[in-house]
């Protein structure tokens, strides 16, 4: 059974940092694409960014490009979120998502299994 745990969440002043974790366990990671979205009180789910398999390919959301990095250490089954420069409307839970392709993709039904997510809050 497919398990993504997430960690790194918590409260951050804007212009802050954070790294958020997410680690899987159930199948060989590296053959199938990460995603991470977010849910802001009141919002619906978003995209944020996701990779391919080997980390070849990633796509990002236009409202973190350029201060979000994602990435992946197949070798820990493990898949990141750096994110700089953060603002206020950064503010949601943060959630792991995979698919069970290897294809990127923005679509949240696209993707097969999910993590419980992680509070990160940013204060003005």
């Known amino acids: 059974q497919v398990q993504l745990v997430e960690s790194g969440g918590g409260l951050v002043q804007a212009r802050g940092s954070l790294r958020l974790s997410c680690a899987a366990s159930g199948r060989t990671f590296s053959s199938y694409a990460m995603g991470w979205f977010r849910q802001a009180p009141g919002k619906e789910r978003e995209f944020v960014a996701t990779?391919?398999?080997?980390?070849?390919?990633?796509l990002y959301a236009d409202s973190v490009k350029g201060r979000f990095t994602i990435s992946r250490d197949n070798t820990k089954n493990t898949v990141y979120l750096q994110m700089n420069s953060l603002k206020p409307e950064d503010t949601a839970v943060y959630y792991c998502?995979?698919?069970?392709?290897?294809?990127?993709?923005?679509?949240?039904?696209?993707?097969?299994?999910w993590g419980q997510g992680t509070q990160v809050t940013v204060s003005s």
């Open positions: 998502a995979s698919r069970n392709l290897n294809i990127i993709s923005t679509m949240s039904v696209r993707y097969d299994y």
């Open positions: 990779i391919s398999g080997l980390g070849k390919n990633t």
